[in-house]
């Protein structure tokens, strides 16, 4: 059974700083990115970031790049996110996914993760 469990969420003033965590087991994951969402009320799923567990590699939304960082724990399985200067457009709930054997090469839609996490809200108050 695959598993993906999200910590860190909560309310920040704008300007303000939180980490997000999201803890992987059920699978080998090493193969495959794990990757953050988002999705704010009346508005679709967005890509927000994701990492490759082996090597290291990142890509980021426009939006969120020079503010986030997605982190990883190759050890402990777990990948973080670490927002900083954060916004009120950044209000959300964030998902943690991992990425499907049939992805695409980058990673970056929804339909390139086949499990996904339950969800941290996150929201930030001007």
């Known amino acids: 059974q695959v598993q993906l469990v999200e910590s860190g969420g909560g309310l920040v003033q704008a300007g303000g700083s939180l980490r997000l965590s999201c803890a992987a087991s059920?699978?080998?994951?090493?193969?495959?990115?794990l990757g953050w969402f988002r999705q704010a009320p009346g508005k679709e799923r967005e890509f927000v970031a994701r990492i490759r567990l082996i090597g290291g590699t990142t890509d980021y939304a426009d939006s969120v790049k020079g503010r986030f960082t997605i982190s990883r724990d190759y050890a402990k399985n777990t990948v973080y996110l670490q927002m900083n200067n954060l916004k009120p457009e950044d209000t959300a709930v964030y998902y943690c996914?991992?990425?499907?054997?049939?992805?695409?090469?980058?990673?970056?839609?929804?339909?390139?993760?086949?499990?996904w996490g339950q969800g941290t809200q996150v929201t930030v108050s001007s």
């Open positions: 996914a991992s990425g499907s054997p049939s992805g695409t090469y980058f990673y970056t839609r929804s339909a390139d993760y086949d499990y």
């Open positions: 059920g699978r080998t994951f090493r193969s495959y990115p």
